[in-house]
């Protein structure tokens, strides 16, 4: 059936530098895709989202660009920070129900 | 801090039982969202109520059900309860019945089943 996945199961970064975490969908008919963080004990936090009908968006220190062609999208953490050490996943809607459908997560680690 | 609590933090309990876990939304939400995450399927959509009535409906076991009361907390009942269904269960909340608005969860609720 249609998934949600990510290319990469662990990112470790330097303090400073920017990284992005990468996330593949199958479904098409997908028109709304949310960035979630997840610090270790505590439940999924909002980051940011999209709807198909941008490219790109920008939050504080965050981007995410959605290439609907390859059906790619990612997250972009400038200036990444101790404290964004977490595990990252996307999910997509798929747009005839409220049926989020989640992808398995990307550790990012912050090195000091 | 969310806004959403769930309770208990921890439970532990045997194969075959029923347990019964509970969630206050937010302030002002009236939809509750319920998933549940494994170490092997990640985090999964089981149900979502709004103001009461059953929104929307995902990868929910017949085992489990859900309610919403009118003070717009709601209860997730697991029953005949199976090694697998160890995991730890999340709630969120958001203000409209759609998923296309920003949602809250709870620090969720670990469930062992020995």
């Known amino acids: 059936g249609e998934s949600v996945g990510l290319h990469l199961p662990t990112l470790s970064v330097q303090e400073g530098d920017n990284s992005i975490i990468n996330c593949a969908y199958s479904?098409?008919?997908?028109?709304?895709f949310i960035w979630y963080k997840q610090e270790s004990g505590k439940g999924p936090q909002f980051i940011i989202d999209?709807?198909?009908?941008?490219d790109k968006r920008q939050g504080q220190r965050v981007t995410v660009l959605l290439n609907k062609t390859v059906k790619h999208l990612s997250l972009q953490i400038a200036a990444t920070q101790p404290g964004d050490s977490a595990v990252y996943f996307c999910?997509?809607?798929?747009?005839?129900?409220?049926?989020?459908?989640f992808g398995a997560g990307t550790r990012l680690t912050v090195k000091p | 801090d969310s806004g959403v609590t769930q309770t208990p933090k921890h439970l532990i309990t045997a194969t075959g039982q029923r347990v019964t876990l509970r969630c206050s939304p937010r302030?002002?939400?009236?939809?509750v969202y319920w998933y549940q995450q494994s170490l092997d399927q990640g985090l999964q959509f089981l149900i979502q109520?709004?103001?009461?009535?059953?929104?929307a409906k995902g990868n929910i076991l017949e085992r489990f059900s859900a309610q919403q009361f009118p003070d717009l907390h709601s209860e997730l009942n697991l029953s005949s309860l199976e090694l697998g269904d160890s995991a730890l269960y999340f709630c969120?909340?958001?203000?409209?019945?759609?998923?296309?608005?920003?949602?809250?969860f709870g620090p969720g609720t670990r469930l062992t089943v020995l």
């Open positions: 969120a909340s958001s203000w409209s019945s759609s998923s296309y608005n920003e949602q809250f």
């Open positions: 479904n098409s008919a997908s028109d709304y």
């Open positions: 999209i709807r198909s009908n941008m």
């Open positions: 999910a997509e809607r798929s747009g005839n129900n409220n049926d989020m459908r």
């Open positions: 302030s002002g939400d009236l939809s």
């Open positions: 109520y709004y103001n009461g009535e059953e929104r």
